[in-house]
């Protein structure tokens, strides 16, 4: 009998197109597309007269720089109108699929792939965006890639690679009410650290995660990048193929039954070896929320932020003052009560309809604080148009939150939404650097229901308070 | 690609402060060294002088005298010195594009993160991971303005009479030293992937995208 194997082996190996000592040659089966990391590749082809080698296996959209207010008379920025149609030439000159601005479909890549089909388990997929390790939810290798590698990925459909090493993590137990797959995501960073998973593929395993729905297990493997790891895993089950299943891009007929035929063979073997594993405790996991400016400095909303003193490392020592500076929080002092100007629900981590309707149902009946300004930005049109059958809309617009077009919007603020100097934002979204949400920016990361409850409150607080 | 054997120049280090304590600053993500305000361009070129735009410029763009790059010799720097993680978060190449643009050639950290480790190959640059420890044995020639040699060919940093050896794996090195485009190589080898494709395509049908 061979060696049992982890998932991430077994699609590694499918893959290999070439293999000399460490010198690997993967094949690459889906390529997603977006405004801000591709120009530069397209002109690459162009400059050495080379071609796309499989366009259909490519799919483009532009997400990162659009406006979330009304497009129908165009982007207004002169230099992002410039980036999507250049996106838009680009795919027209190489044949590749491009969901335009105006098309309901628009969306954020990572949010747009999984709804189309187009992610599939046991695939390799790629994209110029680190968030790529989203579509891992599926039981897919994906991971993201520079500009000079989407390049690479248009030209030969392969990318040379090294071969990761296996990372482990379990999450035992169930979910206290309002602990969300956001707030484990957190955890697991919490405990790793941000370079933790660095040099990794994580494969996440455990009642916690099994339990997930399709879409937390996306919000799960999408922050698996804030921990240092290019991709997260997750082992394709039913509800994988029930999500999948009709899908337009996805498999149909004979060919459906085959692919899952064989998505089912990819689960890691028992007795399958990791480099590295570590297990958490989902029962007693409180809401979480981050006080710093890297997603690594995360604590439960009943917490404290902490002590320069109690920090022994030197180098993180500095690094807290600087974040503490940074983000103007007294150390020692407790986080829950921490006012805040901003509330963003949205992005790929937490911009899908499940997530809308975590918020919604904190929202409902009640009123944003009026000294917040919330927006609720959806993940795509899809999720816009579900969103708006279920009259989230309605709850979140009366309320007093903004209810905008889909895109990135204040979760890289390339676009007009940004926070202003100072500003303080309880935000859905992935990364709370300095400067993320727009220059001299406060970022908090919590789940969609904490931010929900922020919105609500005027500053961050405990979301079971507000729901028991 | 320009190739890579040697090169000589002075470092700069990024530090954060604590009371009076100086240490490596960790956990430079690609957003503060280009922040996305400038990710609007289709080119490649120009952005060395937006790199690490936020903590360079004032609100009104003027230069930030303390800032390590805008002060005398660095402004000249080729070697960037820094604490562990550096280059995480988003996958930005416009990240490794600023940095190159601006003049400087390695970067010098006790780990990076993947994505923009492989980046800096992609163009150019090299980054060597050496242990903080020795990073520490740097900091203050560094900050001298001394000069640093870091020879690829020999994989050593050489400064006066001190030289530290520093490791760097082969494909990466020789990809730098030959200034290889990536993709010529892999194109050279199409055979491989036309096969593999034939098998894929018998067997797997459904790996094939459904065109909508
Ligand atoms: S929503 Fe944020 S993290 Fe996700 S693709 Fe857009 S910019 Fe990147």
Redesign the pocket.
């Known amino acids: 009998m061979s060696e049992p194997k982890t998932i991430y082996n077994k699609i590694w190996e499918s893959h290999l197109v070439y293999e000399d000592n460490n010198d690997c040659l993967l094949y690459i089966d889906r390529h997603l597309i ?1 405004e801000v990391t591709s120009p530069q590749a397209f002109e690459g082809l162009r400059m050495s007269n080379r071609t796309v080698r499989k366009p259909l296996n490519a799919l483009a959209v532009a ?2 720089n659009i406006p979330t207010t009304d497009r129908s008379k165009g982007i207004g920025d002169q230099e992002s109108e410039l980036q999507i149609q250049t996106l838009e030439d680009n795919c027209n000159e190489f044949g590749i699929q491009y969901i335009k601005t105006s098309d309901k479909r628009q969306g ?3 949010i747009i792939g999984p709804e189309q089909g187009f992610t599939l388990p046991g695939l390799t997929i790629v994209c110029g ?3 790529t390790s ?1 579509h891992g939810a599926f039981g897919a290798l994906a991971h993201g890639i520079g500009t000079s590698e989407v390049e690479h990925v248009l030209a030969t459909q392969t990318l040379i690679q090294k071969k990761a090493k296996n990372f482990k993590v379990t999450i035992n137990g169930k979910c206290n009410e309002n602990v969300t797959a956001k707030d484990l995501a957190l955890s697991v960073i919490g405990a790793i650290g941000t370079a933790g998973g660095t040099g990794y593929v994580i494969e996440y395993a455990g009642e916690a995660v099994r339990s997930l729905s399709i879409e937390g297990r996306m919000t799960l493997c ?1 922050l698996t990048i804030e921990a240092g790891a290019r991709a997260g895993l997750i082992a394709p089950d039913e509800k994988t193929f029930e999500y999948l299943k009709d899908r337009p891009m996805a498999p149909k007929g004979e060919d459906w039954d085959r692919a899952v035929e064989y998505w089912k063979t990819l689960p890691s073997d028992e007795g399958a070896k990791y480099d590295k594993s570590i297990e958490i405790d989902a029962t007693n996991l409180s809401p979480l929320v981050t006080w710093g400016t890297s997603p690594e400095d995360v604590i439960s909303i009943d917490g404290n932020i902490p002590k320069l003193e109690d920090i022994e490392d030197d180098s993180k020592r500095s690094a807290v003052k600087r974040s503490l500076d940074y983000m103007d929080l007294i150390p020692g002092s407790p986080i829950k009560g921490v006012e805040i100007d901003r509330v963003f629900i ?4 937490n ?1 899908r309809i499940e997530d809308l309707r975590e918020a919604a149902s904190v929202v409902e009946g009640k009123k944003v604080s009026s000294n917040v300004v919330a927006m609720v930005v959806p ?1 795509s049109g899809l999720v816009k148009e579900q969103a708006e059958k279920e009259g989230l809309d309605k709850i979140f617009l009366n309320a007093g939150f903004e209810w905008r077009e889909p ?3 204040m ?2 603020a ?1 676009n007009a939404d940004k926070l202003s100097p100072k500003e303080r934002c309880a935000s859905t ?3 709370n650097f300095e400067g993320r949400q727009g220059r001299e920016g406060r970022t908090h990361l919590v789940s969609p229901s904490m931010a929900a409850a922020a919105a609500i409150k005027g500053c961050l607080t405990d979301v079971r308070e507000l729901t028991n | 690609m320009e190739k890579f054997t040697s090169i000589k120049g002075i470092a700069a280090t990024m530090l954060n402060k604590s009371g009076n304590q100086l240490s490596l600053m960790m956990n430079i993500d690609t957003d503060m060294i280009i922040p996305k305000q400038f990710l609007k361009t289709i080119k490649r070129s120009g952005l060395g002088k937006n790199l690490f735009d936020e903590m360079r410029y004032d609100m009104n763009g003027n230069e930030i005298e303390s800032f390590i790059l805008n002060k005398h010799p660095f402004t000249k720097a080729k070697i960037l010195i820094a604490g562990k993680n550096f280059g995480c978060g ?1 996958s930005r190449e416009h990240a490794p594009w600023s940095i190159l643009d601006f003049g400087i050639k390695v970067i010098i950290a006790p780990s990076f993160a993947d994505i923009f480790f492989n980046n800096c190959f992609k163009n150019g640059i090299l980054p060597i991971k050496l242990s903080e420890d020795k990073i520490n044995l740097l900091v203050d020639d560094s900050m001298k303005g001394i000069e640093f040699e870091v020879n690829l060919i020999d994989q050593l940093i050489i400064i006066k009479d001190k030289e530290l050896p520093f490791e760097v794996d082969e494909i990466n090195k020789d990809c730098l030293v030959k200034g290889l485009d990536d993709i010529g190589s892999t194109l050279e080898r199409s055979s491989f992937i036309d096969e593999y494709e034939k098998i894929t395509l018998d067997n797997f049908v459904w790996r094939n995208p459904v065109k909508d």
């Open positions: 977006h997400d990162h954020i890549v990572h965006d680190s968030h989203t999408n949205g992005s790929c981590t911009g993940g895109g990135c919007s979760c890289l390339m979204s992935n990364r | 988003s």
